[in-house]
């Protein structure tokens, strides 16, 4: 496959009832991906065609025998994708219909350090609460340094070529292999557009493990304080410490340490001073 073709990367771990809605998803299209690669990350029960119930010659399943983690899975997605774009699904999160077609019309063909994001509709499953964002776009790596304030997910549009690039997600990072690789990405020459719509729908309520959190931060902390790069100068690395301790404290409020939740944001504050949790305004809605 080759020009604007597009597969779906689906990773999947003991979620077949949400994956099905996933699935259909993109299936659902009004411009139908090429492909739907679902990674299988080492599931109890394997995903089948039979476990899915969904027939589609688009759909091919790759069982990992180890689990590997969200950036293990998607990068074995996205060395199985045969299409030039790369379009990432979570499996509890749901294309709304017109995504892709959106994404598409703001991508040329050469644009290899280009990725396309889109609005998405975030459901708290604990709140019962829903808000809705559309990202601005960017291509300063200081802002990718911040957080990904355009990708909670199922949101980004990406070719293939970008990983022969920028490398893949780091496998050691068992959470925040978004920040990490789309930082590299900025650094690379890499740019940011939105698609102003809401295309996917996350559900919001997933629990991340402090320890994972807290080793994935130092990690990212320590791998580009040693990075030789002249945008890595010491106002990015600021901000990149300051989004850290955000990530370190959301992870400590959610295990009920909220002691440690107000540390973790005061040394945030100190670093990059402000009236909001955010580093800056990164929605238009």
Same mark, same amino acid.
């Given at each position: @496959?080759?020009?604007?073709?597009?597969?779906?990367?689906?990773?999947?771990?003991?979620?077949?009832?949400?994956?099905? #809605?996933?699935?259909?998803?993109?299936?659902?299209?009004?411009?139908?991906?090429?492909?739907?690669?679902?990674?299988?990350?080492?599931?109890?029960?394997?995903?089948?065609? &039979?476990?899915?119930?969904?027939?589609?010659?688009?759909?091919?399943?790759?069982?990992?025998?180890?689990? +590997?983690?969200?950036?293990?899975?998607?990068?074995?997605?996205?060395?199985?994708?045969?299409? /030039?774009?790369?379009?990432?699904?979570?499996?509890?999160?749901?294309?709304?219909?017109? #995504?892709? &077609?959106?994404?598409?019309?703001?991508?040329? $063909?050469?644009?290899?350090?280009?990725?396309?994001?889109?609005?998405?509709?975030?459901?708290?499953?604990?709140?019962?609460?829903?808000?809705? +964002?559309?990202?601005?776009?960017?291509?300063?790596?200081?802002?990718?340094?911040?957080?990904?304030?355009?990708?909670?997910?199922?949101?980004?549009?990406?070719?293939?070529?970008? !990983?022969?690039?920028?490398?893949?997600?780091?496998?050691?990072? /068992? /959470?925040?292999?978004?920040?990490?690789?789309?930082?590299?990405?900025?650094? &690379?020459?890499?740019?940011? +557009?939105?698609?102003?719509?809401?295309?996917?729908?996350?559900?919001?309520?997933?629990? =991340?493990?402090?320890?994972?959190?807290?080793?994935?931060?130092?990690?990212?902390?320590?791998? !580009?304080?040693?990075?030789?790069?002249?945008?890595?100068?010491?106002?990015?690395?600021?901000?990149? #410490?300051?989004?850290?301790?955000?990530? +370190? &404290?959301?992870?400590?409020?959610?295990?009920?340490?909220?002691?440690? @939740?107000?540390? $973790?944001?005061?040394?945030?504050?100190?670093? =990059?001073?402000?009236?909001?949790?955010?580093? /800056?305004?990164?929605?238009?809605?």
């Amino acid at each position: @496959m080759t020009a604007q073709t597009v597969s779906v990367v689906i990773p999947v771990h003991n979620r077949t009832a949400s994956l099905r #809605k996933a699935v259909q998803s993109a299936l659902d299209q009004t411009r139908a991906p090429d492909e739907i690669v679902i990674v299988d990350d080492a599931s109890t029960e394997p995903v089948t065609a &039979a476990s899915l119930g969904i027939e589609d010659p688009r759909i091919r399943i790759v069982r990992l025998a180890q689990n +590997r983690g969200a950036a293990g899975a998607r990068m074995v997605g996205v060395e199985e994708a045969r299409s /030039r774009l790369i379009a990432f699904l979570d499996s509890d999160d749901v294309f709304l219909p017109e #995504k892709l &077609a959106a994404q598409l019309s703001l991508l040329g $063909e050469n644009d290899d350090l280009t990725t396309v994001a889109c609005g998405w509709q975030a459901n708290d499953e604990n709140t019962g609460h829903s808000y809705r +964002r559309i990202p601005i776009e960017s291509a300063d790596p200081r802002d990718f340094a911040s957080g990904c304030w355009f990708s909670p997910g199922a949101t980004v549009l990406i070719p293939k070529r970008a !990983f022969d690039i920028v490398g893949p997600f780091d496998p050691s990072l /068992r /959470r925040l292999e978004d920040l990490d690789w789309f930082l590299r990405f900025a650094l &690379a020459g890499g740019k940011l +557009r939105v698609a102003p719509i809401i295309g996917s729908v996350i559900g919001i309520g997933r629990r =991340a493990n402090p320890d994972n959190v807290f080793q994935s931060a130092a990690l990212i902390e320590r791998k !580009f304080s040693t990075m030789q790069h002249p945008a890595i100068d010491k106002a990015l690395q600021r901000r990149l #410490k300051a989004w850290l301790h955000v990530e +370190r &404290a959301v992870a400590l409020r959610n295990a009920g340490n909220m002691i440690g @939740m107000g540390i $973790e944001l005061a040394r945030s504050f100190c670093l =990059a001073p402000r009236m909001q949790l955010q580093l /800056r305004a990164w929605w238009t809605a």
